[in-house]
């Protein structure tokens, strides 16, 4: 009996019976006979109703617990059915294991924990499984913890924004929590219907309760939040905001170059002789004028200093951009009242792409109001975006999305389950 105490204790299992031990040396795995306790039997492996006995099902089946030691350890029982009364014939819940898996509870826990924590090329060889498999288990793992928690409760403020994560348009939209800085929902895609698709998940009481939202600005975003929330609060980012700026200053900037140079580009004689004509200053002038002036170096201001004594036209973009990220330093009404004087200056300065930026601002002009009123940006979205990158690079990419999307909820949800045997 006490045998039997230290076994279960050793292997992790709860609510089972331990029948009998066998070691087979030829493959060096450990098999562990088992089954549920009595009071854990013949119940529905889905929703753990009991029901009566159907069949045997497929016969006998394996899992695969933690290693022990150098060894392997296979867990073996039978995969009766039952007649569960909802779901009809249904293969019985076993204690040690989720339903429909072929590794055991804690092995899938310990597979969730390494993979937030390192690499999955690191999970796969320390726990010996297949690549594709970790994916798997992290999108099991993740659904059933989701389904412990109401990501949603008391969701008052959120941040949308996409992002690419694999090539060829491949995008994710996330949303986040402003008032608890987690990642409580990510899907497929960047369309309306996939925004249409969190807010059929929220309900409309939870629509309800959204008061604030802040986004980068994006057409379909803004769309989607009209109609689910008209009510919310609509936050423009204020780095997409001086980014249309810096953008503007940009391509002011390549246009003056080319007419500096007079449109000529560098001949493919000229390169297979090695010449090397001068490059114009204004090739070189593009980091100063887009970096806030704290973070110049010496020689960019410099180059700063060069663009205000040859370029008049090019100075004053370069002041019209400053001049909106000073608006946003400012915030609440001192802001706005820089950004009336913005606009107005940035309309009569007759640079046709600041012309065209003060039309576009005017245009979100309640949602930039409401980011200077409220303070509120895209940083934890951006941040959030920042991390799921990692999470893809760290592990050498997904074969499909919802293992991604699993392992963000995993990382940046708090739904990353402990390891076994740790509280």
């Known amino acids: 009996m006490r045998s039997a105490s230290v076994w279960q204790r050793v292997l992790g299992l709860v609510h089972t019976v331990i029948e009998e031990i066998d070691f087979d040396e030829d493959r060096e795995v450990l098999e562990v006979r088992v089954r549920p306790r009595k009071g854990a039997r013949r119940r529905c492996g889905r929703c753990a109703r009991r029901g009566p006995w159907y069949d045997r099902g497929d016969g006998e089946r394996r899992w695969r617990g933690l290693d022990l030691g150098t060894l392997q350890v296979h867990l073996v029982a039978d995969g009766d059915r039952v007649n569960c009364p909802v779901h009809g014939p249904t293969v019985v819940q076993f204690p040690w294991a989720r339903h429909g898996a072929r590794h055991s509870r804690d092995f899938e826990d310990t597979v969730a924990w390494l993979a937030v924590h390192t690499s999955k090329s690191a999970v796969v060889q320390f726990l010996r499984m297949g690549w594709r498999a970790v994916g798997t288990v992290i999108g099991r793992v993740s659904a059933e913890r989701e389904a412990t928690v109401?990501?949603?409760?008391?969701?008052?403020?959120?941040?949308?924004?996409?992002?690419?994560?694999?090539?060829?348009?491949?995008?994710?939209?996330?949303?986040?929590?402003?008032?608890?800085?987690?990642?409580?929902?990510?899907?497929?895609?960047?369309?309306?219907?996939?925004?249409?698709?969190?807010?059929?998940?929220?309900?409309?009481?939870?629509?309800?309760?959204?008061?604030?939202?802040?986004a980068d600005s994006a057409d379909w975003?803004?769309?989607?939040?009209?109609?689910?929330?008209?009510?919310?609060?609509?936050?423009?980012?204020?780095?997409?905001?001086?980014?249309?700026?810096?953008?503007?200053?940009?391509?002011?900037?390549?246009?003056?170059?080319?007419?500096a140079r007079g449109g000529q580009n560098r001949s493919g004689s000229d390169r297979r002789r090695g010449r090397h004509p001068t490059v114009h200053p204004l090739k070189?002038?593009?980091?100063?004028?887009?970096?806030?002036?704290?973070?110049?170096?010496?020689?960019?201001?410099?180059?700063?200093?060069w663009v205000m004594k040859t370029?008049?036209?090019?100075?004053?973009?370069?002041?019209?951009?400053?001049?909106?990220?000073?608006v946003f330093e400012l915030g609440g009404?001192?802001?706005?009242?820089?950004?009336?004087?913005?606009?107005?200056?940035?309309?009569?300065c007759r640079i046709p792409v600041f012309v065209e930026l003060a039309r576009k601002v005017v245009r979100h002009r309640a949602a930039i109001d409401a980011a200077l009123d409220h303070g509120l940006s895209n940083a934890l979205s951006e941040s959030t975006n920042t991390k799921i990158r990692l999470l893809t690079r760290v592990a050498f990419g997904f074969h499909s999305a919802d293992a991604l999307i699993g392992l963000a909820m995993l990382a940046l949800g708090g739904l990353c389950p402990p390891l076994p045997g740790r509280a």
């Open 150 to 214: 109401d990501r949603f409760a008391n969701l008052r403020r959120i941040g949308i924004d996409e992002i690419s994560y694999k090539r060829g348009f491949k995008y994710l939209t996330a949303v986040v929590d402003h008032d608890s800085g987690r990642l409580v929902w990510a899907g497929v895609g960047r369309t309306d219907a996939t925004l249409h698709g969190f807010f059929d998940l929220l309900g409309d009481e939870g629509c309800a309760q959204i008061t604030h939202v802040s």
């Open 221 to 259: 975003i803004e769309r989607v939040v009209a109609t689910r929330c008209a009510h919310a609060v609509m936050c423009a980012d204020p780095f997409h905001v001086v980014k249309w700026a810096n953008d503007a200053l940009e391509q002011l900037r390549r246009q003056r170059w080319n007419e």
């Open 284 to 305: 070189k002038v593009k980091y100063a004028l887009v970096k806030n002036p704290e973070n110049l170096t010496g020689k960019q201001h410099r180059q700063l200093e």
């Open 311 to 326: 370029d008049e036209q090019l100075w004053r973009a370069y002041l019209l951009k400053e001049g909106l990220r000073h």
């Open 333 to 348: 009404e001192e802001g706005k009242e820089a950004l009336d004087h913005w606009i107005s200056w940035a309309r009569r």
